[in-house]
């Protein structure tokens, strides 16, 4: 039997013209730091790639710094190590919900604030009003466009201006943002945007920090060495990966509105669904903008545990929550920062929607979840 993956905000599936453009590569040889034809050829490679994800946001090529992947991004991102037109920010302040990349991947030890979310998971504005007034010299704030477990929307414009106005930084950590809706330097007013293939139907291993003015610079890189990526980022360029992620930043923004029109209207019959088979479910931040592709719930009684494994066997995939915790399913910080109890946390299942859902992945959902409540003795509606 086929089975349903509903969960893109881990990993999107590989789309053909990532793949074939990743074989394609992978038949060249070259170092793009070579001079010769094969090493100018994989360059090319490389800045053709550089060109497509910086369309995605709307930046400009040569801001463009590859990485290995979105957390790499990130820790270069909130390395402390950056000065803009202000000087080096003293500190750092992120929300309560940010990916643990961000909270625990940062540079600024203890001088590092956490800000408060509200019961959707929104950023509370007066609290980062009110730690701006009280800040010595400017902050790099880091904020998620939209949240990897709940897919929360961030008012990302209206606090990238509190932060200029105040003299600071924003870094945007666009991941689950970027390609699925408009999010760019221009819809959200950030300094640095973080991107990853592999959320986009691109391949693991490759990701990107974009800065919108080429006057930010890194007083030290985390990674020295040969001068790669305009000194930012050392380290021959996995060009297969590089021209895999081109590839898939270039389909994703092409399909972007298509793919998030279908993906809300599968979620909303997902969502449907779920409310008929059990009607004292919590859908989390059901009541703020969200990704149209995400559905974060819990149904009383039913462990996340339980689930995820009562619902693989039915051949649904599932998560419950970020898949960067090597598979351990634990609290999420995110429901903690939202005031959810323990009790309704523990059974966090998150479906998330992408390119290749159809509505028989819905279906295969509904019908795997009616099986689930019968079996542990739950009455469903017909």
Request: hydrophobic fraction near 45%; charge should be negative.
């Given at each position: 039997m086929p089975r349903a993956y509903l969960d893109h905000n881990a990993t999107s599936p590989l789309r053909g013209p990532a793949r074939a453009k990743m074989l394609d590569t992978l038949r060249a040889s070259g170092n793009p730091s070579s001079v010769h034809a094969e090493g100018r050829a994989a360059r090319a490679l490389v800045e053709a790639a550089r060109e497509k994800v910086a369309a995605l946001v709307g930046g400009r090529a040569r801001n463009v710094i590859f990485t290995s992947g979105a957390t790499e991004a990130l820790a270069l991102a909130l390395s402390g190590r950056w000065r803009g037109p202000?000087?080096?920010?003293?500190?750092?302040?992120?929300?309560?919900?940010?990916?643990?990349?961000?909270?625990?991947?940062?540079?600024?030890?203890?001088?590092?604030?956490?800000?408060?979310?509200?019961?959707?998971?929104?950023?509370?504005?007066?609290?980062?009003?009110?730690?701006?007034?009280?800040?010595?010299?400017?902050?790099?704030?880091?904020?998620?466009?939209?949240?990897?477990?709940?897919?929360?929307?961030?008012?990302?414009?209206?606090?990238?201006?509190?932060?200029?106005?105040?003299?600071?930084?924003?870094?945007?950590?666009?991941?689950?943002?970027?390609?699925?809706?408009?999010?760019?330097?221009?819809?959200?007013?950030?300094?640095?945007?973080?991107?990853?293939?592999?959320?986009?139907?691109?391949?693991?291993?490759?990701?990107?920090?974009?800065?919108?003015?080429?006057?930010?610079?890194?007083?030290?890189?985390?990674?020295?060495?040969?001068?790669?990526?305009?000194?930012?980022?050392?380290?021959?360029?996995?060009?297969?990966?590089?021209?895999?992620?081109?590839?898939?930043?270039?389909e994703a923004a092409g399909h972007r509105d298509d793919e998030a029109a279908l993906a809300a209207a599968l979620r909303e019959k997902l969502e449907a669904d779920l409310l008929r088979l059990a009607p004292t479910a919590t859908i989390f931040g059901a009541k703020t903008p969200r990704l149209p592709n995400t559905c974060a719930f819990a149904i009383p009684g039913l462990a996340a545990e339980t689930a995820l494994m009562a619902f693989d066997l039915a051949g649904v995939a599932l998560s419950s929550g970020s898949a960067c915790s090597s598979g351990k399913v634990r609290r999420s910080h995110v429901l903690a920062a939202m005031g959810v109890s323990d009790d309704v946390a523990r059974g966090a299942l998150r479906a998330s929607l992408g390119w290749t859902t159809t509505e028989a992945d819905v279906t295969a959902f509904s019908v795997a979840l009616g099986d689930i409540l019968a079996r542990i003795g739950r009455k469903t509606a017909v």
């Open positions: 202000e000087g080096a920010p003293p500190r750092l302040l992120l929300s309560a919900t940010e990916h643990v990349a961000a909270l625990e991947g940062h540079g600024f030890g203890e001088s590092a604030e956490i800000l408060p979310v509200d019961a959707s998971g929104v950023l509370d504005l007066a609290t980062l009003h009110a730690a701006l007034a009280g800040s010595q010299g400017p902050v790099l704030l880091c904020l998620q466009a939209a949240n990897n477990e709940t897919g929360v929307l961030q008012p990302v414009a209206a606090v990238a201006e509190k932060v200029h106005a105040a003299g600071g930084l924003l870094v945007c950590d666009a991941v689950q943002a970027a390609g699925r809706i408009a999010c760019t330097f221009e819809t959200t007013d950030a300094d640095m945007l973080i991107v990853s293939s592999h959320k986009l139907g691109g391949p693991l291993g490759a990701g990107a920090l974009v800065l919108r003015e080429a006057s930010l610079t890194c007083e030290r890189p985390l990674i020295r060495g040969g001068g790669q990526e305009r000194g930012f980022r050392a380290g021959t360029e996995n060009v297969a990966a590089i021209a895999g992620f081109g590839a898939a930043a270039e």
